[in-house]
């Protein structure tokens, strides 16, 4: 398991850190001292057999999301929903602004 950007913060006279914690590789549920388990809101829960072999099949499916187009310009896409992806990004990722 790997942890990134560890902060550590005083809250109330307590010794508090963060850490940010990477979303799993594509097709590899990560397991804990022997268990898998997955974010249920603020969360965590076990991962049945089944979400296990989903997140296996992951990686047997081709991500069409991640793949480019050359010929491809800013033109080609429609400004209003370019707009709402830049409003979700920047929601989702405030610290990414500038």
């Known amino acids: ?20 914690i990477p979303p ?4 590899i549920p990560i397991a ?10 603020e969360s965590l829960a076990s991962l ?17 999301t991640a793949a480019t ?3 491809a310009s800013l033109d080609d896409f429609d400004p209003e929903a370019l707009d709402a992806a830049r409003q979700a990004f920047a929601q989702r ?3 990414r602004r500038g």
């Open 24 to 27: 799993t590789p594509q097709g």
């Open 69 to 71: 187009v050359p010929e």
């Open 32 to 41: 804990w001292q022997g268990h898998f388990y997955a974010r249920n809101g």
């Open 93 to 95: 990722h405030p610290d």
């Open 1 to 20: 398991m790997t942890f990134r950007d560890i902060k550590e913060l005083d809250y109330g006279g307590k010794r508090v850190l963060l850490m940010n």
């Open 48 to 64: 049945s057999l089944v979400e296990q072999d989903q997140i296996r099949q992951q990686s047997l499916r081709r991500d069409w």
